[in-house]
Structure formats: C-alpha cells, structure tokens
C-alpha cells in the first residue's frame, strides 16, 4: 500500500513548560480553527536536522484513541 506524501503545516499548540525548561504540548489548533486536545504524549525523540545541521524533537501523541507525530523544530 502506497502511503500518501506529506506536507509540512504549522499549528498553534498549548504548552507546559516545567521547572527543567521541558516543554509538554497539551492541545493543537488547526488554521481553520480545529482544536484537538492531546490526551497523552507517548515518547519524545531528538533527531538530527540534516537539512539545517540543528536538532528537532519528534512527539508522538495520543489524540482521542489516535496516535500520530508531530515535529518541533
């Protein structure tokens, strides 16, 4: 099964900064206003940017009964 490509789209997300400076996203808006609480963040990774030389940190969440990723950087 071919996977559909993807395209970068950036949101407004609701945060919690703790004393240590980590941040915890805790809920997601769309442009077209959509908001999405995320019930659960289920891991956290550093990644390489090989594009800019940075890092970006990879969420993967649980919103609702879904779970998907989504990129800091």
Request: charged content about 25%; glycine content about 4%; proline content about 3%.
């Amino acid at each position: 099964m071919a996977q559909k490509p993807t395209r970068r789209v950036y949101v407004d997300v609701v945060v919690t900064y703790d004393k240590y400076g980590f941040l915890t996203p805790n809920s997601i808006t769309y442009e077209d206003a959509r908001k999405y609480a995320i019930n659960k963040v289920l891991q956290v990774r550093r990644l390489d940017n090989l594009q800019t030389g940075g890092t970006i940190v990879n969420y993967v969440i649980q919103i609702n009964k879904k779970v998907t990723s989504r990129y800091f950087d």
